[in-house]
């Protein structure tokens, strides 16, 4: 930040917190007592932004404009001072001077006026002598009385705790934060425009279930007292989007929040964004297509290119995405084939060989997803489809007709990172059952995160669901990797937090 009155008595660094507030609550109050109390303005006038004057200086020199946003900056220099403006996407100076503004204005300017208020200035576009372009002041306007400081220039707000919990601070201080979460809703918006160019229909499932499946995950529970019977946050989209599909919307996709009650990392969040989508008629290699182009679609939409930085990496979504069994990914890193591997009692002489810590109720299937994230997952950087995953570990996935252990299933990895996972859709409702009873008992051996029967979506299955394809990705993930974030609570504009005392 600029600095402040320099004949101040002392600096606002300087004065405690509740002296400071109690010094701006008393220029409000005689504010108030003028008669110009900011608080009672209900709409003020803004023509341009800042951005908008300075990409279009030439068309706006000398034209007159109304420039509204919070006072991050002044420089007061006897009888004219500058003030710098921050709006919604960028910052412009304006020349404030008595001989424009008016002597009773342009000391309430310097004595009721404090840095991180909002106001409103009129006035004509310029440029000064050092060539920057500015707002010569004609009439300004105090709209907003801010009774708490900015976080001071040199040190900014740099504690992540308090960036995550004070992100109406952040997003005033740290340019670049607010950049990150434009980004998002382009994300987004271009998630929306890719899908509905192509013929799917967005639509809305419920948040609370009686059966939250899906995906393996343990859920929130609660209770609806209108009904008196316990219900949960749903984990997944899948099951009510597979409806939809059995009633004929052929291409559907949901954006929603989902909730699974796990542990918070740098890329895990309890509550999160996911997307699904499902296509009738088509399959796992139909939703590969769709995922690689339209992963190449957001890049040059959002990045304006498809090669991308994520931190020391360079990757490069313009390429064909490589498509690698889990099988074979195992074999290339982990040296172990198993194709060769006969029984889950081979299976867990091979993982105790390789330090690859099992339960006692795991499988081969599930060994083998293990020896997967622990050997495979963070060789792969650039675009990779890991496909045909074990049926023990897939209970919602169509098998392959030539080896039924397995499933059509992809999951897309890029920077070491699962970005989506996607299926040949299981609609065969005898098998699914089967399916689901392995899930339940796969429940009763302790395994929190295991679907349960769900007899309504049994139901639907049985009416006849086409073969279909279907996808989830998690957004949030995705805008990290486009935005070069290094945690997903950098991507979500309120992460989960503990309470503060003072929150409860």
């Known amino acids: 930040m600029a600095d402040?009155?320099?004949?101040?008595?002392?600096?606002?660094?300087?004065?405690?917190?509740?002296?400071?507030?109690?010094?701006?609550?008393?220029?409000?109050?005689?504010?108030?007592?003028?008669?110009?109390?900011?608080?009672?303005?209900?709409?003020?006038?803004?023509?341009?932004?800042?951005?908008?004057?300075?990409?279009?200086?030439?068309?706006?020199?000398?034209?007159?404009?109304?420039?509204?946003?919070?006072?991050?900056?002044?420089?007061?220099?006897?009888?004219?001072?500058?003030?710098?403006?921050?709006?919604?996407?960028?910052?412009?100076?304006?020349?404030?001077?008595?001989?424009?503004?008016?002597?009773?204005?342009?000391?309430?300017?310097?004595?009721?006026?404090?840095?991180?208020?909002?106001?409103?200035?009129?006035?004509?576009?310029?440029?000064?002598?050092?060539?920057?372009?500015?707002?010569?002041?004609?009439?300004?306007?105090?709209?907003?009385?801010?009774?708490?400081?900015?976080?001071?220039?040199?040190?900014?707000?740099?504690?992540?705790?308090?960036?995550?919990?004070?992100?109406?601070?952040?997003?005033?201080?740290?340019?670049?934060?607010?950049?990150?979460?434009?980004?998002?809703?382009?994300?987004?918006?271009?998630?929306?425009?890719?899908?509905?160019?192509?013929?799917?229909?967005?639509?809305?499932?419920?948040?609370?279930?009686?059966?939250?499946?899906?995906?393996?995950?343990?859920?929130?529970?609660?209770?609806?007292?209108?009904?008196?019977?316990?219900?949960?946050?749903?984990?997944?989209?899948?099951?009510?989007?597979?409806?939809?599909?059995?009633?004929?919307?052929?291409?559907?996709?949901?954006?929603?929040?989902?909730?699974?009650?796990?542990?918070?990392?740098?890329?895990?969040?309890?509550?999160?964004?996911?997307?699904e989508l499902y296509q009738a008629y088509t399959d796992y290699h139909g939703m590969m297509d769709l995922t690689e182009d339209m992963f190449r679609y957001l890049a040059k939409e959002v990045c304006d290119s498809t090669e991308i930085t994520y931190g020391e990496h360079k990757i490069d979504l313009g390429k064909p995405f490589e498509r690698l069994t889990m099988i074979d990914a195992v074999k290339k890193y982990a040296g172990v084939d198993f194709d060769a591997i006969k029984s889950d009692e081979e299976a867990k002489k091979i993982a105790k060989e390789h330090n690859i810590e099992f339960e006692d109720r795991h499988k081969k299937g599930d060994i083998l997803n293990l020896f997967f994230e622990e050997f495979c997952e963070d060789k792969l950087i650039q675009p990779t489809f890991i496909m045909d995953h074990p049926v023990d570990i897939s209970p919602l996935t169509k098998r392959k007709p030539e080896k039924p252990e397995y499933v059509e299933r992809f999951e897309l990895f890029i920077n070491g990172w699962e970005m989506c996972n996607a299926y040949s859709e299981l609609n065969d409702p005898i098998d699914q059952r089967e399916r689901f009873k392995l899930q339940d008992a796969a429940a009763e051996a302790g395994d929190e995160e295991a679907n349960h029967t769900d007899e309504d979506f049994l139901n639907a299955l049985e009416i006849g669901m086409p073969p279909t394809g279907g996808i989830g990705y998690g957004i949030d993930r995705l805008v990290m990797l486009l935005t070069d974030s290094p945690a997903i609570r950098d991507v979500l504009l309120f992460p989960t937090m503990k309470s503060l005392p003072n929150d409860k």
Request: glycine residues 6%; aromatic residues 8%.
């Open 4 to 275: 402040e009155i320099k004949n101040a008595s002392a600096s606002e660094e300087e004065i405690d917190v509740n002296e400071f507030r109690q010094i701006r609550v008393d220029k409000l109050k005689a504010l108030q007592e003028e008669g110009k109390d900011p608080f009672q303005i209900t709409t003020a006038l803004q023509t341009h932004e800042s951005v908008e004057i300075k990409e279009n200086y030439d068309a706006l020199e000398g034209k007159t404009v109304s420039i509204c946003g919070r006072m991050i900056a002044r420089r007061i220099m006897g009888k004219a001072s500058f003030a710098t403006i921050q709006d919604k996407l960028g910052r412009i100076q304006s020349y404030i001077s008595i001989n424009d503004v008016g002597e009773e204005g342009y000391t309430a300017f310097k004595k009721a006026w404090d840095i991180g208020d909002i106001i409103e200035i009129k006035g004509f576009v310029f440029k000064t002598r050092t060539e920057e372009i500015s707002v010569h002041a004609q009439e300004i306007r105090l709209l907003s009385k801010s009774l708490l400081p900015l976080p001071e220039k040199f040190h900014g707000l740099t504690n992540t705790d308090t960036r995550y919990r004070q992100r109406y601070l952040d997003l005033i201080v740290n340019p670049e934060v607010k950049e990150t979460f434009i980004k998002r809703s382009k994300v987004i918006s271009s998630i929306r425009r890719y899908l509905d160019e192509r013929g799917f229909m967005e639509v809305e499932t419920p948040m609370l279930v009686s059966n939250a499946g899906g995906a393996a995950a343990r859920p929130f529970e609660t209770h609806y007292n209108a009904l008196n019977e316990d219900v949960k946050l749903r984990i997944s989209l899948e099951l009510y989007l597979k409806r939809l599909i059995v009633g004929g919307l052929e291409k559907v996709y949901e954006i929603g929040r989902v909730f699974r009650n796990e542990g918070v990392d740098t890329r895990h969040n309890p509550e999160f964004t996911l997307m």
